[in-house]
């Protein structure tokens, strides 16, 4: 486990109640110093109580410790939700004795429930308690809903001569799709940097990862990706000038993409992971379209299940995207096998290849629209007898 | 089966060998003079050979026959595709010495693959052969793909003193969302209609119904609505200004809603028709933007298949619609059930009773967003097991 530290943050996870009795529902991270934090929170205009509070608390740049739970989401809670918030904050701000605003919290789980406040005033302490450098992993297992594994990722990147660590973990699947979802992440790092410089890679870093999966398209009231940064490995502070800022970011980007592909390899009943590479269209904008379009429809991802290599789905799906193309010059190819060529299908002897494709766990999609230079990258997964048997059973 | 002749309509179907030899997919309808015709057809930017073609035979506002078949969309199938549809519709205006721009054709079915005109040359003149006032029965069922019913409305309207038919067929279970699906929708009418007026009509029919229901969210690159009116009633033409055109749309509008409910109860797989009920957005097109978000959502769909009153995952899908409004103003109800009042749950005792509605096979879900006085009302089914299955292995 000594892979999951980072110098400087400390970690617990408690069973508290809040889903039963089994299993760990509530995790506290905890910096030994302020660290400078940034957030990238859900785009939906209907937002839980958790991403309002911390959208304001991040005012500041700052923060010492995040506190989630799973089993209910905070959100559609009105004012009760918000005190609730606030309040179990409060304990840990009195615990640490810390200021209430350095205190982050999220929240998963059931939407329009009330938290109980009890739950926290007997948790907090014994997380307090309980924190250890190892605890990180615990605070994975604790944030998982429907997903069937915890998902960590770590990197070390060298930033003008100190080594940087970043530990990821992330939590996501059903709920998901682009600009965030039920999604929560948290990135601890003892890189040393400023403020908005930390905000924008994280922004950037989220654009390409979190906001390009799918799993079945919805958006949650509750995602939020935090990042806290301590500053302990002692480079000189990055700044968006910075010449050592571009590794820092690479590894950033890279840590995101990992988390994000672990979130739909999980994905609720899926079996298979699929990229779906648009190039070739008018512009990125467009390239992006043509991608989620392919990437959340149902008649396709139903198809990947199949494994059936039902290209015509793929051009149906791209047709209605809103990309704009000729359908007489696009090419489709199931990993490197080109199954489309000039819009029109080369038969049964390539379809069987795509099929031996398609029967992988992993493949990837390649579409190009020949219309001019834009590309994107989308990950998706199939869309299984089981995503239906768990979410039409989810809340009993 | 009087019911379904219109005046100087006939029609026939056939088993054409295009969808193997047991079943009905070779259909003809035929009217003894010509028509004033009138089209709505996929927005896709891929149309299918049969969709362009009609387009271009369209601009004279006259047709008398339609052609049309099932197992092959003749949808990405190039140069050769349309010469395939061109020869099978002079295959019709040979037989019946009309001409060829007077022959409509529509095909539904697998995308991608080449149609065999030997099919069409041996199944042609046995249609003509069989064609009868009683066949928009049979071709009702040739244009069935995984429909598991056969789909026909008619409606009688008098329009200035004169008793008018109209006599509607449609298909479609999958690939079926707003701007068309794939569907086919063939109405045949004996009013007296100007061709201009006509066409508008037509297309403000198709908004209000099948541009209103969803199964799964994909379009088509097949989806075509055709309408002929023959005249044979007798009225005084209608025109855009006649006073009594408000009679006829109504029966239109009336008979295209019908058609497209028919359409979303045999949804693949639908265990449940439900109505999505907003009122209250800014203006109609937020309206449609909540509903339509709500009404397509995977997970608000698999909810209603668990008959799981998860209004969050309702909320969820109007926070990322687009539609403004106060998330602490928002009323859910599920028929007269209100279970959420200004953005707050109404607690256990009421979802008990929710839960009973949404037992029922067929419900509502009314939402009021307080923002305005826009409104939409859109038609969806539940997501079942069922329509993974079907579109896991269909073409297998």
Known sequence: MDNFKVNGFKAAAVRSGIRGKDRLDMGLIVCDRPAVAAGVFTTSLVKAAP????????????ARAILVNSGIANACSGAPGMAAAISSSKFVADGLEIGEDDVLIASTGVIGEQLDLACFKKAIPALIEALSTDGLVEVSQAIMTTDTVAKMAVRVVEVAGKPVKLVGMTKGAGMIKPNMATMLAFVMTDVAIEQGCLQQMLQQACDRSFNRITIDGDTSTNDSV??????????QPLTENSSEAAPFMAALADLTKDLALQIVRDGEGATKLVTVRVKGARNDQEAKQAAETVAESNLVKTAFFGEDAN??????????????????????AFDEVLMVENGLGLGSEVEAAATEVLKQKEFSVNIDLKAGSGSCEYYTCDFSLDYVKINADYRT
């Not at 991403?51 to 700052?62: E, H, Q």
């Open 51 to 62: 991403v309002l509070l911390d959208t304001a608390r991040l005012a500041d740049g700052k």
């Open 226 to 235: 935090i990042i806290l940064a301590n500053g302990l490995a002692g480079n």
């Open 311 to 332: 290209w015509g789905r793929i051009i149906g799906a791209l047709g209605r995207s809103g990309a704009a193309f000729d359908q007489q010059q696009v090419d489709i």
